[in-house]
Antibody, heavy 123, light 111 residues
């Protein structure tokens, strides 16, 4: 069974940093990319960014709202992806979801979602 | 910038068919694939349609997706509505191939 479990959320002050982890199981982690999404309280879904598999040089892409502040990384030996969030703002308050990025010859799309972890940025 | 616009809410009775629209602006809806996600209250999203009209395993064939190039609109159709289909539905596509874009979401109420 494919599983993605986020951890590391919590309350953090504006300007500080937080690191989220996405621990996975049930699939060959190294063969897949990982995408992160977020959802502010009562709002819709927002794409944060993704990291490709090492077959594609583990390169990453980010939404404009987090570029330069957030970094996604991966540890294929431990089947874990991470989202490093720096210079946090109150508008970064959201539930953060880790997802598996499935790529076919035609496109890449999300096929599995984690349950999410809440990040609250407040003084 | 490419944007996706969904109706804020739709409602329909059990057993009926409902269609949720997702209209593109600032580009062609057909230039890249559209996905649809279901999010039941208090739960994480799940993928119900990928690549315009493909269903992941486990998603019933009551769910279908389509693209209308003439109206620049993607649609999610749910037939034989069940109370368990009551959820928020989000469409998603891409800008510049790598940047993901979401619609604002549609709340489906099954009366």
């Amino acid at each position: 069974e494919v599983q993605l479990v986020e951890s590391g959320g919590g309350l953090v002050q504006p300007g500080r940093s937080l690191r989220l982890s996405c621990t996975t199981s049930g699939f060959t982690f190294g063969a897949y990319g990982i995408s992160w999404f977020r959802q502010a309280p009562g709002k819709g879904l927002e794409w944060v960014g993704f990291i490709r598999s090492k077959a594609y040089s583990a390169t990453s892409e980010y939404a404009a709202s987090v570029t330069g502040r957030f970094t996604i990384s991966r540890d294929d030996s431990n089947n874990v992806a991470s989202l490093q969030m720096n210079s946090l703002k109150t508008e970064d308050t959201a539930v953060y979801y880790c997802t598996r990025r499935h790529c076919s010859s035609r496109s890449c799309y999300v096929d599995y979602w984690g349950q999410g972890t809440l990040v609250t940025v407040s003084s | 910038n490419f944007m996706l616009t969904q109706p804020h809410s739709v409602s329909e009775s059990p057993g009926k068919t409902v269609t949720i629209s997702c209209t593109g602006s600032g580009g062609s809806i057909a230039s890249d694939y559209v996905q649809w996600y279901q999010q039941r209250p208090g739960s994480a999203p799940t993928t119900v349609i990928y690549e315009d009209n493909q269903r992941p395993s486990g998603v019933p064939d009551r769910f279908s997706g389509s693209i209308d190039r003439s109206s620049n609109t993607a649609s999610l159709t749910i037939s034989g509505l069940k109370t368990e289909d009551e959820a928020d539905y989000y469409c998603q596509s891409y800008e510049a191939s790598n940047l993901w874009v979401f619609g604002g979401g549609t709340k489906l109420t099954v009366l």
